[in-house]
């Protein structure tokens, strides 16, 4: 049972374009959602985070988007880099989940030509 | 401040064997937690610890143990290695009670021979 689906496994991206990664959740106790970078051999590093209260949360060229009712997350990279290629995580949990556990989806290879 | 430290990067066990990986957490940080990440599986959560007490498992068999320590770090072990136990193992620390950002470690690429 996929509780977490990034149904692209892959993503193509003009360099300075923008590109969109996306993620979908069936459990609807899921409350906060984060998103990571991966390098192959490499731990994820974490990208940026929203709990459900918000809509929207930004970090520089980093934006997600959260749709509760839909249950369905993007992430949005503006303007995107040749060094934004790699893996992309999307992740959940619940606030009131005390046990540290996340979710996590197959992930989306995002390449971005020069 | 120094991030999440995971020993030994490389390892490589045989069929039968048992293996024990180390993570030392960022300074503070009292909750560690542990996944697989396998090409089929994807990352896979298999415990967590805050406070020297397990508070969540996943569904992995028993072979699959750990422990942590009073200075928050921790130590995962798997007994009687199989083939499919091949991955990589990633530790992950975050700061509260209430799991906020993880932050993860290189992790340790396990193979079993």
């Known amino acids: 049972d996929q509780q977490v689906k990034q149904n692209s496994p892959s993503l193509s991206v003009q360099e300075g374009r923008i590109s969109i990664l996306n993620c979908d959740y069936t459990n609807s106790m899921f409350d906060y959602f984060l998103w990571y970078k991966k390098y192959p051999a490499e731990g994820p590093t974490f990208l940026i985070s929203i709990s459900s209260i918000k809509d929207k949360n930004e970090d520089g060229r980093f934006t997600v988007f959260l749709n509760k009712s839909a249950k369905h997350l993007s992430l949005h990279i503006v303007p995107s880099q040749p060094g934004d290629s790699a893996v992309y995580f999307c992740?959940?949990?619940?606030?009131?989940?005390?046990?540290?556990?996340?979710?996590f989806g197959q992930g989306t290879e995002l390449s971005v030509k020069p | 401040k120094a991030g999440v430290t995971q020993t030994p990067r490389y390892l490589i066990k045989t069929r039968g064997q048992q293996v024990t990986l180390s993570c030392s957490p960022i300074s503070g940080h009292r909750s560690v937690s542990w996944y697989q990440q396998t090409p089929g599986q994807g990352l896979q959560f298999l415990f967590e610890y805050f406070s020297e007490t397990q508070r969540n498992k996943g569904n992995f068999p028993g072979r699959f143990s750990g422990r942590q320590f009073s200075n928050s770090r921790s130590e995962m072990n798997v007994s009687t290695l199989e083939l499919g136990d091949s991955a990589l193992y990633l530790c992950?620390?975050?700061?509260?009670?209430?799991?906020?950002?993880?932050?993860f470690g290189q992790g340790t690429r396990l193979t079993v021979v």
């Open positions: 992740a959940a949990s619940g606030l009131n989940n005390q046990g540290g556990k996340l979710i």
């Open positions: 992950a620390s975050s700061q509260d009670r209430v799991l906020t950002e993880a932050f």
